[in-house]
């Protein structure tokens, strides 16, 4: 008890109002809080004056309330109605819509195999088929349905991936261009959809979006969707690293599905860095020269610590890394190296980090000093 | 307050919920039926126009249904519509950015009624002018302010749900209010002074 009443010693009147164990006392008391805020002022003689000031407020709060008008709700949901009548027009122009092809043509398949003269097959399968067109016709104009039947287009996607060692360069059907990072992966729905330009990541890439405003682009890596409409952003998201999102030009909102969904809407050099184990989300400014670093053959390391540097090492000159002791766990390092031979790369780092290493092929061991 | 506010329970808004999902256009209907009273009202308390509140509540349901397939399963259907009108608003509102408060004044106080807690009060007494002031008070408060305070003291949302709301982080939100309660503060002590010099 007293170490709440310690941290709650320097309540302005401010910090009682917003407090709800506060309101709770002073809206619908019961024996607890009642205890607790007695208790509290018998502690703290000083802060009576802020008490009865913070509750004249939270008895009095108001706000001046309007309830929208039964017509104008009505009118609302009409125009929702209209305008959600012209999305799925839309859809429907795009979409094959079948007059139930296949069952007349399984009809048709059964009445063959009676053996009736095919002519007379012909006279009665268009007949059907005028009555029905009729029907359905007749159906439209007057029960006109309000979801179309809609088949699926198999979905065909279409994957790039970039193996160790190799950058890849893309340029997809929009126009969008794409600098896919060596270890990466990227899927999407061939030709895309009508309504928007959906894309799997995973692993680094940097995206020079095409502007098309009537299809968003969205990237997505596990639970977080980044959305452009025309801008240049780099996302980074390895397995076991907080994913970072990086905007250059443009705007981009990011969606995050965590335990509830939260927006955020990033402005040119800013960045998100999403923490997916701990559930952390950081805003960060970023270097844009580091950021993009690796589009132009450039290894960077910023206080990198050593199992990312293992990870960018591997994808960048397609080996694999061993360490035949461990490292120390808070070792991180710096340096910077414009298209340079693993060997030298290694040279270079391991004057500060202080190991040796040995490269066979394309095994490399590192040996902690 | 808390649970008198919807006879339908949680699982009929997650089943509008999931019919919405589906692509079911009752789903869509059917959660705005059941909002739409209370998405109104807060979006007035923000902003006094209801023309803009009506666009904005209508953008909201109309991205809903565009972009339904994308949508995942939603632990608290409220907070998620209350969420994109905040932010729609919030948007929409930096866009036009002329508000003319002054013009409503006081005169506009007459056909509003008041909303405070009074419902939950057991012998309190409460100040009818008070009351008057720091809802007026409320309403000059900047936009962000008033926010917070409307979600976390009239609807009643913790200040988890607020900071997801309002894409900010909890430290943010409680500075929001925190302000925005200063601000109100002021016409407490003002009144308080007055009765000082009746006497």
Known sequence: MNTNFMCKRDYTTEDFVLDPEFQKWVLSPDKATKTYWEGYINENPGKQKDMLLARKLVVNMSRRARDAEEGRIEDTWNHIDQAVDKLQLEIQDKKVIPLDSSSTLRHFESRKSTGYNRSMQFYRLAGILLVAFSLSFLVNVFFPQPVPRIVEIPVVYEEHIAPPGVKSNLTLQDGSKVILNSGSSLRYIKNFESHQRVLELQGEAFFEVAKDESRPFRVKTGPVTTTALGTSFNIKAFENEPLEISLLTGLVEVDLDLEASWKRELEPGEGLQVDLDRDQVKEVAFNGDRVLAWTQKTIVFDHTPMPEIKRVLENWYGVKIRFSNQPKSDLELSGRFHDQTLKNVLEGLSYSARFDFRIEKDQVTLEFQ | ?199
């Open chain 2, 1 to 199: 307050m808390k649970y008198q506010e919807n006879p339908i329970s949680f699982n009929d808004r997650n089943e509008l919920w999931l019919l919405l999902r589906n692509g079911e256009r009752e789903g869509l209907e059917g959660l705005y039926r059941l909002f739409a009273h209370e998405l109104f009202k807060y979006g007035l308390a923000l902003v006094n126009d209801a023309d803009f509140v009506q666009d904005c509540i209508q953008e909201v349901f109309i991205d809903l249904w565009k972009y339904h397939q994308n949508l995942q399963k939603a632990d608290n259907v409220k907070v998620y519509l209350f969420r994109s009108l905040s932010h729609k608003i919030y948007r929409e509102s930096k866009k036009r950015s002329k508000w003319k408060w002054e013009e409503l004044g006081d005169e506009g106080t007459r056909q509003l009624s008041l909303e405070s807690k009074e419902g939950e009060l057991i012998g309190v007494q409460q100040e009818k002018s008070l009351q008057i002031k720091l809802a007026a008070g409320l309403e000059k408060l900047p936009l962000r302010q008033k926010q917070a305070i409307q979600l976390l003291y009239f609807e009643q949302f913790s200040y988890e749900e607020v900071s997801k709301m309002m894409g900010i982080n909890l430290r943010s939100v409680y500075t929001l209010a925190w302000k925005a309660i200063g601000s109100l503060k002021k016409y407490v002590v003002s009144m308080l002074l007055g009765l000082f010099f009746l006497i």
